[in-house]
């Protein structure tokens, strides 16, 4: 049998098994799942919770190695993906180098660490980094076109 018909039933019979969880909640009724919850026992709710989880895990371990496998076929795609990887920790290393971090009281009554804070710092000034570089790759491109 080859593994695309593999995935094939095991998807089919994940979704049956997620089907019939489902049907099983919606007959319980909201109300008895809360009270359910009140005295620690989630049920069929977990049980669904584990099934998401292993359908997020099955699907995240096939996509890396279905990825890298097709990078390891071809060594110009895999230099193409290290040089881009490359180029995006370079990117999140320099947000790193400006940010700086300052403990923070939360609305909870908690309070954000330094560390936490400079993280969350670097993750703003990345997104900012990529948007400035992806605009100036569309205006660098619009303005070649414009020149040809």
């Known amino acids: ?17 997620g089907l019939i ?15 359910n919850a009140l005295s620690g026992d989630y049920g069929v709710v977990s049980t669904m ?5 292993l359908v997020l895990a099955i699907t995240v371990i096939l996509t890396l190695v279905f990825s890298f496998g097709n990078l390891a076929s071809d060594g110009k795609k895999l230099k193409k993906a290290l040089i881009s990887i490359g180029a995006f920790a370079a990117v999140v290393l320099i947000a790193f180098l400006f940010s700086s971090g ?17 993280w969350i710092e670097t993750g703003l000034r990345t997104f900012y980094f990529l948007v400035f570089i992806a605009v100036g790759a569309m205006l660098y491109t619009g303005i070649a076109r414009l020149k040809k």
């Open 21 to 35: 969880l489902q049907v099983i909640i919606l007959n319980q009724g909201d109300d008895v799942i809360k009270l």
């Open 102 to 118: 300052s403990e923070t009281p939360l609305k909870d009554g908690n309070k954000l660490s330094a560390a936490g804070s400079r």
């Open 1 to 17: 049998m080859n593994t695309q018909k593999t995935f094939t039933y095991i998807a089919l019979a994940l979704g049956i098994v």
């Open 49 to 53: 919770v584990t099934l998401a989880l």
